[in-house]
């Protein structure tokens, strides 16, 4: 949800903004705009629309040759999509300009205030405050003026911004809102995320919540809340720019989706050391939790329900889930005996880390399972696992989920042993059942071209239903929510026992039923609601382990993995469902990567 990029050096600053904002296209946005500095002062250029209509723009602007500039793509909040509301946002006397993510919630109250002083608005947007008050509070020195204004804020920002009178100089700001700046030589960047500045540097220094900065073409200086200088080494990310690129696939998302091998190795093989599950960043002694608590949104929900029935079979705890949207609205119980498990891909979900900061000032223990380095929710937790899936750029999850499922699945282990609930067999049966998942997960992705087929018989259903007992219960709600969110077709993800109970209903002739049956202990339950819906006229397509036969029987298609570990399968199983998704999708000629109304990294609540 929108992004921020920034530059400054000695190269023409629109074509680098522009190809950082392509970068920053999988967040999600429906504007974009670019404001740089000129010897005339600052001058931008704005469009309701893809970035190529921006582009297209500034190809016939004559006004926008600087060297040093902001770059926005814009998610609507607050004023519709439009040029006027699109970022940057510009004092009313021109003499400053900002891009800003993040929302400011005492936006109506500064805006009145202002108002009442004779200052008028162009923009229905909260962001015009600020570039507004800074204008207002200036007295020659940009850093005071802009220090007194993030103090009037409520709310969250990455903020970047320009002011006439200093040039080759970008100043930011941040708060609970992403913002890196990427550290060059003779120039200098900054940007939501490292997927823009890649190309650029693989330097790059966190701006911490309450700091500020100033960018120059060779030197990045950062303040404290009061003002005080702070040294901090830049970071080395060791991301390939081969790994925010396309590769040669049509799409990110299948690109992340053959990739998944590669990423449950990166997440697994590092902590499985002589036999035995090695977590450095983890120092929990699980003896004193009673219980514990998992949250996130999304397919990050998703992974956590496959987490609560590994972690409840293997450590024999309380283990309980909750939608990160929901869990500070509930009257929840917790306390030092609780552990509570946040789990994100990029790190900054607004609900999942408002979700975090309730557990922190209940006084819960907090670890966090997250895949960008330095991103707000690995800030915040006390204990934090990565997944190393690499960038995930298509805005449907793929190896973001499985990575998580991994570490889960090694923190269940490793918690288990802890609590000393397995012995040595089990134990060891366990580890080896992790290492093998890389290469399951290898074997599963070969059922790409027989499900691009089955998409070609059944792309053009309205609505599906997917079914599955336990842990294939939480792979059918990741498997409905992949293909909703890319191929917007309607469907619901049931645990197969509760289809009888009303909605079956709803199952008729030349119905499609996605039935999951890798959970083999239940085989014989799930085998009989697939015949319920098919004596319903429903089409059956299952997916179920190699070893099992007797699914030809009873489903019209079959769809086998290889066999792992009972409590694995949701590795393996998942992917033929990620993968009917893209290849539904792709028939329905939906864009895949960026789909409708969504964004990658859902900043708002
Ligand atoms: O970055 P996060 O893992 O916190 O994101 C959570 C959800 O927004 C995310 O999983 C979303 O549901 C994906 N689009 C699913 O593919």
Same mark, same amino acid.
């Given at each position: 949800?929108?992004?921020?990029?920034?530059?400054?050096?000695?190269?023409?600053?629109?074509?680098?903004?522009?190809?950082?904002?392509?970068?920053?296209?999988?967040?999600?946005?429906?504007?974009?705009?670019?404001?740089?500095?000129?010897?005339?002062?600052?001058?931008?250029?704005?469009?309701?629309?893809?970035?190529?209509?921006?582009?297209?723009?500034?190809?016939?602007?004559?006004?926008?040759?600087?060297?040093?500039?902001?770059?926005?793509?814009?998610?609507?909040?607050?004023?519709?999509?439009?040029?006027?509301?699109?970022?940057?946002h510009m004092s009313a006397d021109g003499r400053f300009?900002?891009?800003?993510?993040?929302?400011?919630?005492?936006?109506l109250e500064i805006k009145t205030e202002l108002e009442e002083k004779g200052i008028v608005f162009a923009s229905?947007?909260?962001?015009e405050v600020?570039v507004q008050l800074l204008a207002y509070y200036y007295?020659?020195?940009?850093?005071?003026?802009?220090?007194?204004?993030?103090?009037?804020?409520?709310?969250?920002?990455?903020?970047?911004?320009?002011?006439?009178?200093?040039?080759?100089?970008?100043?930011?700001?941040?708060?609970?809102?992403?913002?890196?700046?990427?550290?060059?030589?003779?120039?200098?960047?900054?940007?939501?995320?490292?997927?823009?500045?890649?190309?650029?540097?693989?330097?790059?220094?966190?701006?911490?919540?309450?700091?500020?900065?100033?960018?120059?073409?060779?030197?990045?200086?950062?303040?404290?809340?009061?003002?005080?200088?702070?040294?901090?080494?830049?970071?080395?990310?060791?991301?390939?720019?081969?790994?925010?690129?396309?590769?040669?696939?049509?799409?990110?998302?299948?690109?992340?989706?053959?990739?998944?091998?590669?990423?449950?190795?990166?997440?697994?093989?590092?902590?499985?050391?002589?036999?035995?599950?090695?977590?450095?960043?983890?120092?929990?002694?699980?003896?004193?939790?009673?219980?514990?608590?998992?949250?996130?949104?999304?397919?990050?929900?998703?992974?956590?329900?496959?987490?609560?029935?590994?972690?409840?079979?293997?450590?024999?705890?309380?283990?309980?889930?909750?939608?990160?949207?929901?869990?500070?609205?509930?009257?929840?119980?917790?306390?030092?005996?609780?552990?509570?498990?946040?789990?994100?891909?990029?790190?900054?979900?607004?609900?999942?880390?408002?979700?975090?900061?309730?557990?922190?000032?209940?006084?819960?223990?907090?670890?966090?399972?997250?895949?960008?380095?330095?991103?707000?929710?690995?800030?915040?937790?006390?204990?934090?696992?990565?997944?190393?899936?690499?960038?995930?750029?298509?805005?449907?999850?793929?190896?973001?989920?499985? *990575?998580?499922?991994?570490?889960?699945?090694?923190?269940? $282990?490793? @918690?288990?042993?802890?609590?000393? %609930? /397995?012995?040595? &067999? #089990?134990?060891?049966?366990?580890?080896?059942?992790?290492?093998?998942?890389?290469?399951?997960?290898?074997?599963?992705?070969?059922?790409?071209?027989?499900?691009?087929?089955?998409?070609?018989?059944?792309?053009?259903?309205?609505?599906?239903?997917?079914?599955?007992?336990?842990?294939?219960?939480?792979?059918?709600?990741?498997?409905?929510?992949?293909?909703?969110?890319?191929?917007?077709?309607?469907?619901?993800?049931?645990?197969?026992?509760?289809?009888?109970?009303? *909605?079956?209903?709803?199952?008729?002739?030349?119905?499609? $039923?996605? @039935?999951?049956?890798?959970?083999? %202990? /239940?085989?014989? &339950? #799930?085998?009989?609601?697939?015949?319920?819906?098919?004596?319903?006229?429903?089409?059956?397509?299952?997916?179920?382990?190699?070893?099992?036969?007797?699914?030809?029987?009873?489903?019209?298609?079959?769809?086998?993995?290889?066999?792992?570990?009972?409590?694995?399968?949701?590795?393996?199983?998942?992917?033929?469902?990620?993968?009917?998704?893209?290849?539904?999708?792709?028939?329905?000629?939906?864009?895949?990567?960026?789909?409708?109304?969504?964004?990658?990294?859902? *900043?708002?609540?």
């Open positions: 949800m929108c992004g921020i990029i920034g530059y400054t050096g000695s190269d023409p600053a629109v074509p680098i903004l522009l190809d950082g904002l392509k970068k920053l296209e999988y967040r999600g946005y429906d504007s974009a705009g670019i404001a740089v500095q000129t010897a005339d002062g600052l001058h931008m250029v704005k469009a309701t629309g893809k970035v190529e209509k921006l582009a297209e723009k500034l190809e016939q602007a004559t006004d926008m040759e600087g060297i040093c500039g902001i770059g926005h793509t814009r998610w609507a909040t607050h004023g519709s999509p439009s040029d006027v509301n699109a970022h940057p300009a900002i891009v800003h993510n993040g929302i400011i919630e005492n936006y229905e947007t909260d962001t600020i007295e020659g020195d940009v850093r005071k003026s802009l220090m007194r204004t993030i103090r009037r804020l409520e709310g969250s920002y990455a903020l970047a911004v320009l002011c006439a009178d200093e040039p080759g100089t970008v100043f930011a700001a941040r708060m609970s809102s992403p913002l890196i700046i990427g550290v060059g030589a003779g120039e200098n960047f900054f940007a939501s995320d490292i997927t823009a500045l890649i190309r650029h540097t693989k330097d790059v220094i966190d701006l911490d919540d309450g700091e500020t900065a100033e960018i120059r073409t060779d030197s990045v200086r950062i303040f404290d809340p009061y003002g005080n200088p702070v040294s901090r080494e830049p970071r080395h990310i060791l991301w390939d720019i081969a790994a925010a690129e396309k590769g040669g696939y049509d799409h990110f998302m299948m690109k992340e989706i053959m990739e998944q091998p590669q990423a449950l190795q990166a997440t697994l093989e590092p902590r499985i050391k002589d036999g035995r599950i090695v977590l450095d960043s983890v120092d929990l002694d699980m003896k004193q939790f009673d219980r514990i608590m998992i949250t996130a949104c999304g397919s990050a929900y998703h992974a956590g329900c496959v987490g609560r029935l590994v972690l409840e079979t293997l450590c024999r705890l309380p283990v309980e889930t909750e939608l990160a949207s929901e869990f500070r609205y509930r009257d929840l119980v917790l306390n030092e005996r609780t552990l509570v498990i946040v789990v994100s891909q990029s790190g900054e979900t607004a609900d999942t880390i408002a979700a975090l900061r309730k557990a922190k000032e209940d006084g819960a223990a907090t670890l966090a399972i997250v895949n960008v380095v330095g991103s707000t929710i690995a800030k915040i937790a006390d204990h934090v696992i990565y997944t190393w899936a690499g960038p995930e750029i298509a805005v449907a999850t793929t190896k973001g989920y499985v *990575t998580q499922l991994a570490v889960l699945d090694l923190f269940a $282990v490793w @918690a288990a042993d802890q609590l000393g %609930r /397995l012995d040595h &067999k #089990t134990y060891s049966q366990l580890v080896k059942g992790l290492k093998a998942l890389p290469a399951k997960a290898q074997r599963a992705l070969d059922l790409s071209a027989r499900v691009g087929r089955l998409a070609k018989l059944y792309h053009d259903r309205k609505s599906l239903f997917f079914i599955g007992r336990n842990l294939d219960h939480a792979v059918a709600m990741e498997g409905s929510l992949k293909l909703k969110e890319i191929s917007y077709l309607h469907s619901e993800a049931y645990a197969a026992g509760e289809l009888k109970h009303g *909605t079956i209903a709803l199952i008729e002739p030349g119905r499609l $039923v996605v @039935a999951l049956c890798c959970c083999e %202990r /239940l085989y014989e &339950k #799930t085998a009989s609601n697939i015949q319920q819906v098919k004596a319903r006229g429903a089409t059956v397509l299952a997916v179920a382990p190699e070893s099992n036969h007797q699914i030809y029987g009873e489903a019209d298609h079959v769809l086998r993995v290889p066999g792992v570990h009972p409590l694995f399968f949701p590795v393996v199983e998942i992917i033929p469902l990620q993968l009917l998704a893209y290849w539904v999708a792709r028939e329905n000629g939906c864009d895949i990567d960026k789909p409708k109304n969504l964004a990658k990294s859902v *900043t708002v609540e």
